[in-house]
């Protein structure tokens, strides 16, 4: 009986570690096939949607592709398999919304019209880069481009073009030429020109273009309507910012003060208050905008010194402006400028034998006259004359020019910051002709033009000292002179105002 129960007692244990294994395993596989159900209901909802995808890239004919019909369609219908998943969690995952990233690439291979994307792709924006060339003496048009770098080919295709709207042969020293190149071109390539173009006058424009076969010259001229004007006013604040507030371009002031240049300074004798006139041939735009003057007639200015008026006369081999009673007249025979720069301005130190040197301290005469002006102001020869000295570096004057006008006269330009390239010892200079630049070399504290002018070798006052005005007229020059400032004064009354004159 002993025995008897002792194996009873272990058949009931080995009965529960079986029941155990059981519902371990059992445990096991349900957790698999939970599994399985999950990645298989992923699995179909994947072909689903696939299959979804590619019936609406075929409905919606995206990029104006044309829906095809049902039985031409091509693709697996994974349709059947939504009927086989059972559960609300797999149904669900079917019935997400399709994601249009996933439906764009779908589209892409199955209805896009690709040639017409592709044509709608917008090319990228062409890279130019520009540069300027000036004509130099000895020039011409081939050698300009070959020195930026363009292939033989082009240069003789552009030369063509060019040559057929304009005489090349007319190219002058000092036009500048703007040059367009293609700046993606691979380093060590040829050259390869968009566009060029220069201006052989004021009116005149050549222009050069690449095209689809070549290149494609043209000639563009300005039209302009000329008319006898009138403009006087009242000095405000300079005559310069007067004239420009009325309209006129800086051109004509500049030429109105140049028929002055031997009688008035015109930033130090006109003062506020005192009143101006020019009479002149206007070149005007269609909207009646001055832009030049062919020919300026008469300049007077009313300063509390007296009037001080100036006449256009024309002789055979010059033209000059002379006063009322044909006694003085500027560029004609030889005279001296007072300020030889482009237009007035400031002096900045006077003529002073005792003057303290500003660097220095120290008592040192200064023998000439300091006018204040921006650097690369262009600086004029005061007469006719030949150039005897151009330097570099001297002692304080810097860069400096020396021109010799006669036995009499000498004058001199310093602390300039260059020179004309043209501009040699020897050459012969014309008055009004740019000798340099102002700048600021040698012992000077700020940009100025020094300004020397030398009588028998001894310095004189270039603004209080009586300086050359030139010739007087006499018998039958005088005659015609006079018949010409009458039939002037007569066209002041006929002449139309410049809008904002006093007149």
Not at 67 to 85: E, H, N, Y
Request: charged share 25%; proline share 4%; aromatic share 8%.
């Amino acid at each position: 009986m002993k025995r008897y129960a002792i194996s009873r007692d272990g058949a009931q244990n080995s009965g529960d570690g079986v029941l155990k294994a059981v519902v371990l395993a059992g445990s096991v596989l349900w957790l698999m096939f939970c599994t399985a159900s999950a990645a298989r209901a992923d699995w179909i909802s994947t072909m689903v949607r696939y299959e979804r995808n590619l019936s609406s890239a075929h409905a919606m004919a995206v990029g104006g592709a044309v829906p095809q019909d049902q039985a031409s369609r091509r693709g697996f219908d994974f349709s059947f398999l939504t009927r086989r998943v059972k559960g609300k969690r797999s149904l669900a995952r079917i019935r997400e919304p399709l994601d249009e990233a996933e439906l764009m690439v779908a589209e892409r291979h199955a209805g896009m019209n690709m040639a017409a994307e592709i044509r709608a792709v917008e090319r990228p924006a062409l890279l130019e880069l520009r540069k300027y060339a000036t004509i130099e003496s000895g020039d011409n048009l081939v050698k300009i481009l070959k020195q930026q770098g363009l292939a033989r080919s082009d240069v003789n295709a552009i030369n063509r073009a060019v040559d057929g709207v304009f005489d090349l042969t007319k190219l002058m020293p000092g036009w500048p030429i703007s040059i367009n190149l293609d700046a993606s071109v691979e380093p060590g390539a040829p050259g390869r020109l968009i566009s060029l173009h220069f201006e052989p006058s004021e009116t005149v424009t050549v222009s050069v273009e690449r095209t689809a076969t070549g290149f494609s010259a043209h000639r563009d001229e300005t039209v302009y309507v000329e008319e006898l004007m009138i403009a006087s006013g009242t000095i405000r604040d300079s005559f310069w910012k007067d004239a420009r507030a009325m309209g006129l371009p800086s051109t004509i002031i500049a030429n109105a003060i140049e028929t002055h240049r031997c009688t008035t300074d015109f930033s130090k004798d006109i003062q506020i208050g005192d009143r101006f006139t020019v009479l002149f041939d206007a070149r005007l735009t269609d909207d009646g905008r001055i832009v030049d003057s062919p020919k300026i007639h008469y300049v007077a200015v009313d300063t509390r010194g007296g009037k001080r008026e100036v006449f256009r006369f024309e002789q055979k081999n010059a033209t000059g402006y002379f006063d009322r009673d044909a006694k003085q007249a500027c560029a004609t025979a030889f005279s001296l400028m007072k300020a030889p720069l482009a237009r007035p301005y400031r002096m900045s130190s006077p003529f002073n034998p005792r003057r303290k040197h500003p660097i220095t301290g120290k008592i040192r005469p200064h023998r000439g006259v300091d006018y204040a002006a921006a650097k690369g102001t262009k600086i004029f020869a005061a007469g006719d004359g030949v150039v005897t000295a151009k330097r570099t570096h001297s002692g304080g004057y810097g860069k400096h020019v020396i021109v010799k006008h006669n036995g009499i006269y000498q004058t001199l330009y310093a602390h300039m910051s260059r020179f004309p390239k043209n501009l040699r010892v020897g050459s012969r200079v014309k008055k009004g002709q740019v000798i340099g630049y102002v700048g600021t070399t040698g012992s000077s504290t700020g940009n100025h033009l020094h300004y020397e002018i030398k009588k028998y070798g001894k310095q004189i006052d270039p603004v209080k000292s009586k300086l050359p005005r030139g010739q007087k007229l006499a018998g039958d020059a005088r005659r015609s002179f006079l018949i010409v400032r009458d039939n002037t004064l007569d066209m002041i009354d006929d002449a139309k105002p410049v809008v904002g004159s006093d007149s």
